[in-house]
């Protein structure tokens, strides 16, 4: 299947989806987004920024390589950050 065959595919997902009692329904990007950041926050909270890590992409600009660092360091508080570019 193509690039644009999958974005028009009757299968693509056209709204978030969060798990309730182990089950996914739809929900709101604003309902999505709370219980993501949620879940960022638990594992900040219960095993600290060293718990998360976050992979960026050698095709992105050096600009979004240079957010993400940021987003890293500074809202996970974290150096667990990498780069796909030295495989």
Do not use: Y
């Not at 929900?27 to 926050?41: K, N, S």
């Not at 060293?50 to 150096?79: M, W």
């Amino acid at each position: 299947m193509t690039t644009s065959a999958t974005a028009r595919s009757q299968q693509r997902l056209t709204q978030p989806l969060v798990r309730e009692r182990g089950v996914l329904r739809p929900a709101t990007w604003d309902e999505a987004l709370d219980r993501a950041a949620a879940g960022f926050r638990h594992t900040q909270d219960t095993r600290g920024g060293e718990a998360i890590g976050l992979l960026s992409c050698s095709k992105a600009t050096n600009e979004v390589n240079f957010l993400a660092q940021k987003v890293a360091r500074v809202a996970f508080r974290t150096n667990n950050i990498d780069s796909c570019n030295r495989t």
